[in-house]
């Protein structure tokens, strides 16, 4: 089909006194003679992306006919389809290196002679810098002052590189530091639902969407936009106008009934239907939620819910516009032209959902009530891993002694029972394992929905009126997801019973669920290095993964607000909120959490009066230039950036572009780097939080003349592939089968059985000409959107992952670094094929990989000079990810294309 033939569904739209063009699905459905209504309103969103690209690259007319005759269940491999959204958005961590990868792009078209300027942004971008504050400072008046004084003194070389970048390229914005996250910031500001662009003389309006570099994108799915998180990598691509290509997804029915019981959050309710998610398996899979519990719940719940995504597995948890959604618009503070567009164009398009029409076909339906929803827990090293807060205490006792992996620490009964006298401002305390020593209430989940805030700065309020106090080894802060929500607090009169239980404002963004969480006191950091305790975090985020959150802490659990307060003041894991008292009140009574816990009236009454659209008016009104220290950086206009030499920060990414191509050789005698077990995250693969002295990176930074006060975090340097490649692999909770029982990132180099540190290894075999592998179990690559998971592997010359099973992002990232991922297939495994990591693998024809998802051979020879083989699926899913990994990678592609 044609570029101008997509005018069969082209219509005129009158909405505000303006008429508007869009492409119609009703008229698609009439000239297909298919039921639109059967059609989930996240397909019927592809759909209308795919009738409105028609003739531009990547798009074809078949794709057109497979959605429109998507059926619920099919049983073959479903064909794929290409998807460009409506714009980019991203944040300062991952959001750097795509900048950094476009300047280096613009720096390659200038020494091939070409014009520089051709490189940018087709498509809007917006990068909100929101992971850089770091929680220095914490349970004092003046800590977000602190925290962000401190955050410009260490970042102001990045900060100035992204102000350069502003001016550098067109269609690029960056929000300054300050404002909160970028979910937050996109929920409540940048998403508007319907989509106004120019196509020729009109104005196009078209469903909103987005693909962000952080994977938590999804939470704008509670708005009615549609949207998921990529790799950096595959972000570039998209704003230089390369569709994203996968296949076409089954879609899961998520029906809610029912109403909450008043002694359950909207929290409870999200970790319960991450955790169901996660157990039928919807990797890949578009989630979409309807019924009449659904109808109930306003767009800040729906928000938080499609928020862990990630940790369900799904791309995205899509919530149909309706009612709810245009409450929220005004609640919010959005135009009457922009409320009254979003109305007038889903109800033309069939995209608005009510209880008129027909509920669509889906794949399968999971059905939640609400009623049965009680207050829950997930941890104590991943997400889906939940129970009651009834049985708190002894699940966590019970992972002591539990095998260790990832509910359990593999402790003898004795270990499990330790104490340990530590003096902590000045007074002696006896601490054991899970001692929570991080209370946090984060910004990303749950400050988008006002109902938990509310109740913890409620329960804050009672708890300092009864003369309770946090516990003195317990780090708490508060990073509230963006300004409107302290605006609301300070509207209820609600800060200053935060504030009584240390949750000061340490700043607004992404700080303790990122790794930012600072560090530790000093006493409470010796006793629990010193003697091995295992440290207990409770945060209101929604990432827990083994060394996350902070070294010291081995396990963390998700939480309500409201109990990551109730933790802080019972110090403990080991408690039992039922029968254990918090403590004795000024008049010597026994406080128990049930006597100070807020009402959902109360909640509910607040919620009403403390939040008004004149809030988020005021917020957004002077957003770009809101931060004088931003204001008052002066940087200078260039087309090219100019990298300095002797910079840690920032280097020219060359890697990309440079160097022979991995894939014109097979993979050849390699030896496997590391030999790992399930649920391996990217928190695992790619380096995040502090750098410790001990790590390559560290060394490599103080070779440098970096203190380690100076240090800042992996996420902060990852302009800088040289300190990225050192932290790959460098988790110090990573269990590697080839490490001599070692925790952390170690590996036996195979020649001589040396154990040294990945990256040390890495580089030996490099100088050996040695191709590497990495062997996995199921679900490889679950985690974040980091393409430095990708990246930091290709940099230590891995050139094949072979695992059960991928997570979609990260097996995506590793395709557009040219390394193939490889699938065991189904019955087999590491252990079933009795591999123990010592042998060298060889894929003939790997280089020549012409199709997708092909078998191939992956021959085997042992140490002993045995030789077998085995057959594995190569995960190259869609015709883009060939081409991609045919060139050696995406940014190869792209170059070349330039």
């Not at 409105?52 to 690259?57: F, K, N, S, Y």
């Not at 996660?278 to 306003?298: C, D, M, N, Q, T």
């Not at 009584?500 to 700043?507: P, S, T």
């Amino acid at each position: 089909m044609e570029k101008e033939s997509s005018n069969l569904y082209q219509q005129t739209l009158f909405s505000g006194k303006k008429f508007y063009q869009y492409y119609s699905l009703p008229r698609l459905a009439v000239d297909k003679n298919l039921s639109l209504e059967k059609l989930p309103y996240s397909i019927r969103i592809l759909l209308e992306s795919c009738i409105r690209h028609q003739g531009d690259g990547g798009y074809h007319s078949q794709q057109i006919d497979w959605l429109a005759r998507w059926q619920p269940r099919v049983e073959t491999e479903r064909q794929p389809v290409a998807f460009l959204p409506a714009r980019i958005l991203m944040q300062d961590f991952t959001g750097l290196p795509v900048v950094n990868d476009f300047s280096a792009l613009r720096a390659a078209m200038q020494r091939a002679g070409k014009d520089p300027e051709i490189v940018n942004p087709q498509i809007p971008a917006d990068l909100v810098i929101d992971h850089s504050v770091t929680v220095e400072a914490f349970a004092c008046a003046k800590a977000q002052q602190i925290n962000e004084e401190r955050e410009f003194q260490l970042n102001r070389e990045r900060y100035e590189f992204l102000k350069w970048s502003q001016k550098a390229y067109r269609n690029l914005r960056v929000l300054p530091p300050g404002l909160g996250i970028c979910h937050q910031v996109n929920l409540e500001y940048l998403a508007q639902v319907a989509f106004v662009a120019k196509d020729g003389d009109m104005d196009c309006v078209y469903p909103d969407s987005v693909m962000g570099t952080d994977s938590h994108t999804p939470m704008v799915n509670g708005l009615g936009v549609a949207g998921w998180g990529v790799g950096g990598i595959e972000a570039l691509a998209a704003m230089l106008g390369y569709p994203s290509e996968f296949p076409i997804p089954d879609v899961i029915g998520l029906e809610l009934v029912g109403e909450l019981p008043d002694s359950a959050t909207h929290t409870d309710l999200t970790l319960t239907i991450t955790s169901k998610l996660r157990e039928i398996g919807v990797v890949g899979k578009f989630v979409e939620l309807f019924g009449a519990g659904y109808a109930s719940l306003p767009v800040e719940t729906r928000a938080m819910i499609s928020n862990m995504s990630p940790e369900s597995g799904a791309t995205m948890t899509y919530c149909p516009v309706d009612g709810q959604t245009l409450d929220y618009l005004k609640r919010t503070g959005r135009s009457a032209e922009q409320i009254e567009l979003v109305e007038t164009y889903f109800q033309a398009q069939g995209l608005f959902l009510d209880g008129r029409v027909p509920q669509p076909e889906y794949s399968q339906v999971l059905t939640i009530d609400l009623s049965k929803i009680e207050a829950t827990l997930a941890g104590p090293k991943r997400p889906q891993d939940i129970f009651p807060l009834s049985k708190a205490g002894q699940t966590f006792t019970a992972s002591l002694t539990a095998p260790l992996g990832v509910r359990g620490y593999g402790f003898s009964p004795e270990e499990a029972v330790k104490t340990v006298i530590a003096e902590i401002d000045g007074e002696k305390q006896e601490l054991r394992h899970g001692a929570v020593i991080i209370a946090a209430i984060t910004s990303c989940t749950n400050t988008s929905d006002p109902s938990v805030i509310l109740a913890a700065a409620l329960l804050a309020r009672n708890a300092a009126a009864r003369g309770l106090k946090s516990k003195p080894w317990v780090k708490t802060s508060f990073a509230p997801g963006s300004r409107a929500v302290t605006a609301y607090l300070k509207n209820a009169d609600l800060l200053g019973g935060l504030e009584n239980l240390g949750f000061n404002v340490v700043g607004y963004g992404c700080t303790t669920c990122i790794g930012n969480s600072g560090p530790l006191p000093e006493d409470v950091n010796k006793a629990v290095h010193d003697n091995q305790l295992v440290g207990a975090a409770v945060l209101s985020g929604n990432r827990n993964f083994e060394g996350r959150i902070h070294p010291e802490v081995r396990a963390s659990f998700l939480a309500s607000p409201p109990l990551v307060v109730a933790y802080a003041l019972a110090g403990s894991m080991d408690f039992d909120f039922e029968k254990q008292p918090l403590g004795k009140d000024t008049d010597g009574s026994t406080v128990y959490l049930k006597d100070i816990y807020p009402s959902r009236p109360e909640v509910d009454e607040l919620t009403r009066s403390a939040i008004l659209s004149d809030i988020y008016v005021r917020n957004y009104g002077s957003i770009y230039d809101s931060n004088p220290r931003w204001n008052e950086m002066d940087v200078t206009s260039s087309t090219l950036y100019n990298w300095k030499a002797d910079s840690s920060i920032l280097k020219e990414p060359a890697f990309l572009l440079e160097g022979p191509n991995i894939v014109e050789k097979d993979v050849h005698d390699a030896c496997p780097l590391a030999v790992l077990g399930d649920s391996i995250t990217t928190d695992h693969i790619s380096p995040a939080g502090r750098i410790a002295v001990d790590n390559p990176a560290g060394r490599y930074l103080e070779d440098l003349g970096v203190g380690p006060q100076d240090f800042i975090s992996f996420g902060a340097r990852r302009g800088n592939h040289e300190v990225m490649a050192r932290g790959t692999f460098s988790n110090p909770r990573l269990h590697n089968l080839i490490a001599n029982g070692r925790e952390g990132g170690c590996t036996t180099y195979m020649p001589d059985g040396d154990l040294m540190s990945i990256y040390d290894a890495a580089q030996r075999y490099k100088a050996d000409n040695r191709d590497l592998v990495i062997l996995a179990g199921k679900a490889y690559g679950s985690g974040s959107s980091r393409d430095w998971a990708a990246k930091g592997t290709y940099l230590l010359g891995v050139r094949a992952v072979i695992a059960e099973s991928y997570e979609r992002i990260h097996r995506t990232n590793l395709v557009c670094m040219g390394i193939l991922p490889l699938q065991f297939l189904p019955g087999e495994s590491i252990e079933k094929l009795g591999l123990k990591g010592d042998e060298r693998y060889s894929i003939p024809g790997s280089a020549g990989i012409n199709a997708l998802r092909p078998t191939v051979t992956v021959e085997v020879e042992r140490r002993d000079g045995s030789r077998f083989s085995f057959q594995a699926l190569a995960r190259i899913d869609t015709p883009l990810e060939l081409a991609y990994y045919q060139a050696g990678g995406l940014m190869r592609k792209v170059a070349s294309d330039l």
